[in-house]
């Protein structure tokens, strides 16, 4: 028991690992953001469908507001892969994943929203520890700041993947996590096939292996591996887990990217990510009342 359990946080860390991926290779690939996210996306459906049919995982979606939930949520995941990226490219890959990392603590906050959650004041307290961080990201307030830019881009990108979580967590949750993976790539896919007409596509014959490795690795397997550790762990302990997603990625970009974070990073980072964590072990205690 105790090395499935083991082995249940291996594949998890595998997961964020994988996952994390996504910031050098978000800064490093030389194309426009849509057409990056096309190719991520179309490459991702195949990839995601061809496991599907192996795992045997049903595709029927069952009624017509599932279908426009499923819509809503695919467009809201294409905001927030689309800002994030834009993030990475404006400053550098700390800035733009420990910006992006705000999403647990936006989450928690508009989740009454959404839901008959209680707000909680403790979540004013934890927003100031994440907008203390997010000040040393970016300490000056100039709208030409590189730092400032993809702070913004950062957040904006964290707002759309909350939303985006509490539509599929109170309409479609009871769908298989594979196909909502499939089903969201796929529209995305079709929703920005027009970038491909008006932006410079070209750049692929040179770049086609880093998009790959960004559909295959970081989007079909790490997700997938992702959504299916979690009938393994509660939330709480996934999101714990998860959020060494900016660690991961600032030591991959640090490795191919040769990007040295500055100390206010480090400061900043250290902030957001213990909000994150002081978070999960509350829900963790608040669910076990």
């Not at 307290?125 to 040393?136: R, S």
Request: with cysteine; proline share 4%.
């Amino acid at each position: 028991m105790k090395n499935a359990h083991l082995n249940h946080v291996l594949w998890l860390t595998v997961a964020t690992i994988f996952i994390s991926t996504s910031g050098a290779l978000g800064k490093y690939i030389d194309m426009p953001i849509p057409v990056i996210i096309w190719w991520r996306c179309a490459l991702a459906s195949v990839f995601i469908f061809v496991y599907c049919k192996y795992k045997k995982v049903k595709l029927k979606i069952h009624t017509g507001p599932d279908k426009l939930t499923f819509i809503i949520s695919a467009i809201f995941l294409g905001a927030h892969w689309i800002t994030y990226f834009y993030a990475l490219k404006v400053s550098n890959v700390a800035i733009g994943m420990l910006s992006l990392f705000t999403f647990p603590l936006i989450t928690a906050i508009i989740e009454p929203l959404f839901s008959k959650v209680k707000f909680d004041p403790m979540h004013l307290l934890l927003g100031g520890l994440v907008l203390l961080g997010v000040f040393y990201l970016a300490p000056e307030l100039d709208l030409q700041s590189s730092a400032l830019q993809g702070v913004s881009f950062g957040i904006l990108s964290a707002v759309c993947y909350a939303i985006r979580n509490l539509i599929l967590k109170k309409h479609i949750a009871n769908y298989n996590g594979s196909m909502l993976m499939f089903y969201q790539v796929l529209i995305l896919t079709a929703l920005l096939i027009p970038t491909l007409f008006i932006m410079d596509t070209s750049a692929i014959e040179t770049q086609y292996p880093y998009v790959l490795i960004l559909a295959l690795l970081t989007t079909a397997i790490g997700h997938t591996l992702f959504v299916n550790s979690l009938k393994y762990f509660n939330a709480s302990t996934a999101s714990i887990i998860s959020s060494t997603q900016p660690v991961f990625g600032i030591i991959i970009a640090f490795l191919f990217l040769n990007e040295i974070p500055s100390w206010n990073t480090f400061v900043g980072g250290t902030l957001i990510i213990s909000t994150v964590v002081i978070e999960s072990i509350r829900s963790k205690r608040k669910s076990k009342q």
